[in-house]
């Protein structure tokens, strides 16, 4: 079992930065793949990006490459996503999740995360 609590959303303008966290509890989370996925009114959760258990591998959204970055910290039990040169379209709630039981595989799709968080709002201005 895992909990997860993500935070740093905000209100920015288009062209900003904002890096999100999501803190694990548990003495497992160096064996679950790590993924950040997002809602915008009226529209399915989507997929932002992911990282494998290890970290070795990571995976983005072609709406996010060259402009997001997912990261884990094994010490402090934290997944992190910076976000860079953000846009309107990025306006959304982002949500953390982990995967305990394919951790290799760091997944796209929603059914594949086992474990979420409740959620940050993350609001670009024009």
């Known amino acids: 079992q895992v909990q997860l609590v993500e935070s740093g959303g905000g209100l920015v303008q288009a062209g900003a930065s904002l890096r999100l966290s999501c803190a694990a509890s548990g003495r497992t989370f160096s064996t679950y793949a790590m993924s950040w996925f997002r809602q915008a009114p009226g529209k399915e959760r989507e997929f932002v990006a992911a990282?494998?258990?290890?970290?070795?591998?990571?995976y983005y959204a072609d709406s996010v490459k060259g402009r997001f970055t997912i990261s884990r910290d094994f010490a402090k039990n934290t997944v992190y996503l910076q976000m860079n040169s953000l846009k309107p379209e990025d306006t959304a709630v982002y949500y953390c999740a982990a995967d305990s039981r394919s951790p290799w595989v760091a997944g796209q799709n929603v059914w594949d995360y086992n474990y979420w968080g409740q959620g940050t709002q993350v609001t670009v201005s024009s």
């Open positions: 990282t494998t258990w290890n970290g070795g591998s990571t």
